[in-house]
Structure formats: structure tokens, C-alpha cells
């Protein structure tokens, strides 16, 4: 008697249980890799965001500590070549290419780890000397005419492309 429905005695797994099995994986890998790409982007915005703090905390106390009594600070330094001690505004080392002090090399921060190919943004900062206070930026990690947001608070963050 020929039973269609008689057990299979052949090892192995038919083509539809394997183009099932690929389908289901299929699924299940886009699922993680959408769910791990947001999972960056948060990470990303959340280190901009320290960062962001910890650059405003330290030209902040470099700002307290080289205050006159009388409320004027000396920002020559920081802004003309032909000071005798010149200061960087350079956050990603403790001194820049010619040698200059920044606030890491100050004892004021640690400075960022390098801008890499992997990096969504980098900050940039300068001083208002009329407020008297650091002006610091988020820009493109390849080029500091490319800026995101212009709050100058960690808000900018928000404005990191993904």
C-alpha cells in the first residue's frame, strides 16, 4: 500500500523548512540592526552631551581662577600669537601642534579622545569676552564651518545628524 502520508525515511530538511528558517532569520537580523543603530545614535548624543558639560566646566574654571578683583580677565592669551604664554582652544590634546596650553594641559579637563572616522561630531569653543563667557559649538566631525544647532548649549547635541 503507497501512503502519501507514510513517514519519510530521507535525513535532512526539505526547501520550504529552509527558506522558512532563512525568512525568520532574515527578520529577526533587520530587527536588531534597526534596534542597535538607534542604540548608537543615543550613545552618540549622550557623549556629546558630556562632553559638552565637561567643556563648558572646565573653561569655566579656568575662567574663575584667571578672574582680576576687580571682575576684568586678561584674554590676550588666549587670542593673539605674540603672547608669552598662549593657550589653545584645541580640546583633543594636551597641547596643540605648536606647542600651545590647552585647557587639558592646564590640569582643567582630560582631554576628548580624537575625532575619528567613526566620530558624528566634534566641539569647538572661543570665549565672549564681552559676557565673559566660554562660547562652545557642535560641528561636523570634518569640518568646523559645518555647525548643528546654535544654542550654544548641550541642545546642540540634539541637532547630530544620523
Known amino acids: 500500500m503507497n501512503n502519501k502520508w507514510q513517514k519519510r525515511t530521507d535525513a535532512g530538511f526539505s526547501l520550504i523548512e529552509i527558506l522558512i528558517s532563512v525568512v525568520i532569520l532574515g527578520i529577526l537580523s533587520s530587527i536588531v540592526t534597526v534596534s542597535v543603530g538607534g542604540a548608537l545614535y543615543s550613545a552618540n548624543l549622550k557623549q556629546c552631551k558630556t562632553d559638552f558639560g565637561t567643556a563648558t566646566l572646565a573653561a569655566n574654571a579656568w575662567l574663575n581662577d584667571n578672574t582680576n578683583a576687580d571682575g576684568t580677565v586678561d584674554f590676550s592669551s588666549w587670542n593673539t600669537s605674540t603672547a608669552s604664554v598662549r593657550y589653545s582652544y584645541d580640546l583633543y590634546s594636551s597641547a596643540d601642534s605648536s606647542g600651545n596650553k590647552t585647557l587639558a594641559g592646564l590640569g582643567y579637563m582630560q582631554a ?13 569653543w572661543g570665549w565672549n569676552t564681552s559676557t565673559k563667557q566660554a562660547v562652545i559649538g557642535v560641528y561636523s566631525p570634518s569640518s568646523t ?3 548643528y544647532g546654535n544654542s550654544n548649549t548641550s541642545a546642540d547635541c540634539d541637532s547630530i545628524p544620523r
Open 112 to 124: 576628548f579622545p580624537a575625532v575619528g572616522t567613526g566620530s558624528k561630531y566634534q566641539l569647538g
Open 145 to 147: 564651518s559645518v555647525r
